[in-house]
């Protein structure tokens, strides 16, 4: 099935698959996704941009800005926008999660349980028996008013154990039926240890923070187990949220990797709010992108229609992971496009537009592959069945820019742990990169 073979797989299979590990496991919400991307930018020099003031940028500066759980991070081009082009990389930083309810505790059987809603398309068998952590953002009031901290419990914390099959005889056979508003919340703690207040708790996660002081949270559930490298060479990873934090990854990676002096400008946008349709301020239906562009094509030009001219001479990567080939389900896939695990990135098409891609955009990005030694696998869904969408179409409608649509090819996809294989990571960056070094203008 997959072209590579085990020695082929030692040579691909490079620190860059462990480093995704590395950023996955910081990763914990699209809050922490955004600070560990921050990290690495700030370590390559990049400067943060006050959203409330306009400062102007001009050629080689290397800067973001972030907006909750987005972040925009660009190198400025050497020549002016408007006529060589922004090549961006899409990606999100959301994953479907469990979230905390405002009213965090309810009491049952003897238990505190944390009642939680669901974000996104949540694969909700998968949250059960499993050991999980509490992560977010938590907002305080200080000295000087309110301000918000980040906290990561990043321990084994809570649990919503399964029903025993003793009590639901018929599970096996017709399937595990659960009701989100009943089944879904997690044991935090068992009422033998007294009275518990929720806000202590997080408090006591925090360094100098009193109960009192907490006013309002954005918690989610978290997978506690560290992500690992399995299969008998490491060939494969297992993950949680690889949809779509691989992506943002490889996104990094790859704007990192592209930090010489050209002269079209370079950037990547990693959203928050994908997995609920992206209609936030944050999200990829907001104005947030535009304006960032904005704001570099102004520092150069005002001309009035330097906007649009700018976008004609720009392209996007709307990078989200794709579904291989599940070897249990195979006929789930068109028989023709069954995209198998490590062969490569995955472009992705539909012709009712739920991707971006059209012939143009799919045969430039299979170019991008060529120049990285990379052959492109090729994604449709089966005529008889739905299909997903990304923030791709959404991203080119606002900004009416040429856009593809790409994705590592992964399984489990929305469970709370996911797999991918490690080769593929190497092989999307170096595709990515090869975009965004393209000495061509095109
Ligand atoms: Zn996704």
């Known amino acids: 099935m997959v072209a590579t073979g085990t020695t082929d797989y030692d040579a691909v299979v490079t620190d860059l698959a462990d480093d995704l590990l590395t950023y996955i496991d910081r990763s914990p919400t699209a809050f ?28 080689g500066d290397r800067c973001f800005i972030v907006r909750g759980g987005t972040i925009i991070a660009f190198v400025v081009g050497t020549q002016d926008p408007t006529e060589h082009g922004i090549r961006m990389i899409g990606a999100h930083t959301d994953s479907p999660n469990l979230r905390v309810k405002p009213v965090a505790l309810t009491r049952a059987g003897g238990a505190f349980r944390i009642g939680m809603e669901t974000y996104g398309g949540v694969l909700q068998h998968t949250w059960l ?17 309110l301000e918000t901290r980040l906290v990561n419990f990043a321990r084994p ?33 068992l009422e033998t240890g007294g009275e518990l207040d ?31 490298r399995s299969g008998l ?37 990693l959203y928050d709010h994908e997995e609920c349709g992206s209609r936030s301020a944050q999200g990829a ?92 696998q090729h994604f449709v869904t089966r005529t008889d069945l739905p299909c997903g969408t990304t923030i791709g179409p959404i991203t080119a409608a606002r900004l009416g820019v040429r856009a593809v649509d ?24 170096g595709a990515m990169r090869a975009f965004l070094t393209d000495p061509t203008h095109f």
């Open 157 to 189: 914390l809570m649990r919503i154990p399964s029903l025993a099959i003793h009590l639901n005889r018929g599970v096996n056979k017709d399937g595990l039926k659960l009701n989100a508003q009943k089944h879904l919340a997690p044991m935090l703690s």
């Open 32 to 59: 922490h996704a955004v600070e560990e991307t921050k990290r690495r930018l700030l370590a390559h020099d990049f400067v943060e941009l006050d959203p409330r003031k306009g400062e102007d940028v001009s050629g």
């Open 285 to 376: 239906q907001s104005s947030f992108l535009q304006g960032v562009i904005e704001r570099i094509v102004n520092s150069f030009s005002t001309n009035a229609t330097s906007f649009y001219t700018c976008m004609a001479n720009s392209f996007l990567v709307s990078a989200d992971m794709a579904h291989a080939v599940h070897p249990n389900h195979v006929d789930r896939h068109e028989p023709k496009h069954r995209p198998v695990l490590g062969a490569g990135p995955v472009i992705k098409q539909n012709i009712n537009q739920s991707y971006a891609t059209n012939d143009e955009t799919s045969a430039r990005f299979s170019e991008w592959c060529r120049a990285a030694d990379v052959v492109p």
């Open 406 to 429: 790409v994705g590592n090819p992964m399984l489990s996809m929305h469970s709370c742990r996911e797999l991918c294989a490690a080769a593929d990571v190497d092989k999307m960056v």
């Open 129 to 145: 028996d499993r050991d999980l952590t509490l992560a977010g953002r938590v907002v305080i009031r200080a000295d000087k008013g």
């Open 233 to 269: 060479s490491r060939e494969i990873i297992h993950a949680p949220r690889l949809d779509n934090l691989g992506s943002s990854h490889s996104a990094v990676k790859a704007l990192l990797g592209a930090l010489d002096p050209q002269p079209a400008t370079r950037l990547i946008a």
């Open 198 to 228: 929720f806000r202590d708790v997080v408090a006591d996660e925090l360094e100098d923070v009193l109960s009192a002081q907490i006013v309002s949270w954005d918690l989610a559930a978290a997978d506690a187990v560290p992500s690992v």
